[in-house]
């Protein structure tokens, strides 16, 4: 941790922030310039809480040197890690596409919608499983995990559904539910997080519409701390001033990531922008950019859905995108 005085800071007023330094059995390095005096810690500084020093006379800003999360940081984990889901790898050579529909609406879209995924060749189902919006309808939440897991059974697809209360965890696992979602409305959840930190299921984490990376990183830790370390980073989109599209696919994000977290990394084009016209390149963006996966919603008939049928890709678009993706696969040393 490194201490900034303000300009004018007497001696009195640095003495005093070193000897807090010396009550909580650290050390202290000071550096006098002309203007200013910086007071580096040296020690544990996780066991410092800046704003004790922050509020003291003579004190300008205090900054951390040491990276808050620890079990996602690559720093700590120099290797990358790849998370195994009945065999297939995520964090690997291998380019993972999860594709369903956005909410689970009868047995009969359920089942058509694994029969284009099996026919596309995809190895994963996802479903959003209950997305009720405000003013329709109570779902049935259990009936759409039954309608998902049914489904993706007929052409053995593990499955992947979000998880939007702590409440309906036992169904996940009743249901076992192979990998869980956590949305980007839920990545600042502790409860849920905690929660999911406690079972062994691989953790597909949202990053929330207006976080930063660090509070991203953050959330992920707090998901490890629980003793679950099988979790993937999904970038979602961040909010800004542009009204074109639903939100921002942050790019530059998948990049970042992979330097600061050996973690794997996924990208869901669909749920960022929010027209099924631009998730064919915005897929293609982030898999030159370095994902290991993409989210993609598919419905058996876009036209038909009851929710977000905008985004949604008809069973022919998804067949082009993964035909359309082998060559960039190809290229970057993967496959598909």
Known sequence: MIIVMKYGADEAQVEAVVHKIHQSGLKEHL?????????????????????????????????????????????????????????????????????????????????????????????????????????????????????????????????????????????FMEYDIEMIQIGERNMQNLDLLREVGRINKPIILKRGVSATIVEWLMAAESIAAGGNHNIIFCEHGIRTFENAYRNVLDVSAIAVLKQET????????????????????????????????????????????????????????LAQLIAGLQPLAAALGRSL
């Open 31 to 171: 550096s006098r310039g002309a203007e200013l005096t910086i007071i580096g810690v040296i020690g544990d500084e996780e066991r410092l809480d800046p704003s004790r020093f922050a509020i003291l006379p003579g004190v300008d800003r205090v900054n951390r040197v040491a990276k808050q999360y620890k079990i996602v940081s690559r720093s700590t984990h120099p290797q990358g890690t790849t998370i195994k889901v009945r065999g297939i790898e995520f964090g690997g050579t291998q380019i993972q596409i999860i594709a369903g529909p956005y909410a689970a609406e009868s047995a009969q879209q359920m089942n058509l919608t694994a029969d284009a995924l099996a026919a596309a060749s995809c190895r994963l189902m996802r479903c959003g499983a209950f997305h009720a919006q405000p003013y329709t309808a109570p779902r049935k939440e259990r009936e759409a995990l039954a309608w998902l897991k049914d489904a993706a059974a007929r052409h053995q697809l593990p499955v992947m559904a979000e998880l939007p209360d702590v409440r309906m965890l036992d169904a």
């Open 262 to 317: 050996h973690l794997p990394v996924m990208v869901d084009p669909s749920d960022a922008c929010g027209k099924s016209w631009m998730v064919p390149a915005l897929t293609k963006a982030a898999i030159a950019a370095g994902a290991d996966g993409v989210l993609l919603d598919v419905h058996p008939n876009p036209a038909e859905a009851l929710y977000a049928a905008d985004q949604a890709l008809a069973p022919l678009d």
